[in-house]
């Protein structure tokens, strides 16, 4: 029978797989910026996915812009006795030329979760702390609005984007290491599109 650290190796060696296949998708079939999203529930939309390039890959692409009232929210909370939305668990990734980012909108996280990954897990930063990054300065408006805590990876070192994946799913969030996930993953500018709420467990 599998341990808890022999069934955790397995889920890093998948997410690990998916984001190789991932750039093998950018630089071999796309050869444009791709995303790749798991999450902990199926998509809603899943005929008609509004996919656009910015911070907040899930919550204008597949959301709606609905999940701007997640838990990083600041805003104003909701009134007592109405149902508090539920709050969905995301991480994406984007794929450049040359590297690729992990990304963590404010609507996912709590400020908690976020001073835990920052204390445990080496290269996470607020990425409105890093203009030097083209995808900061060109997305700007957003990176204001839903702050994302990020991470840059090179192309081979999809393990450790893996092992960091792994440790926010299961560490973080206590999601059980079995837990099933929803993997969405396309281009972004152009037709290509590739696993739409595929469950993966």
Known sequence: MPTYVDEERRRIEQFAEYLRLMELRRHKIVKDTCFIIFED?????????????????????????SA????GNTGSQPKRGKRRERCFRYIQFAFRQDRFYLELPNATIYPQDADQILQCRL?????KNRTDLPWVRGDWKFM????????VYLYRDEETAAEDMAFILFQIWHFPVDSPLYVTAA???TNHRFERGKRIE
Do not use: C, M, T
């Not at 529930?41 to 812009?65: F, N, Q, T, Y």
């Not at 204001?144 to 990020?150: A, G, M, R, S, T």
């Open 41 to 65: 529930s199926p998509p809603e939309d899943a005929e008609s996915p509004r996919l656009k390039e910015s911070v907040a890959i899930k919550v204008d692409a597949l959301a709606g812009g």
């Open 68 to 71: 701007s009232a997640g838990p």
């Open 123 to 127: 290269g996470f930063y607020w990425a």
């Open 144 to 151: 204001v609005k839903f702050n994302p805590l990020q991470k």
């Open 187 to 189: 281009s972004f500018h």
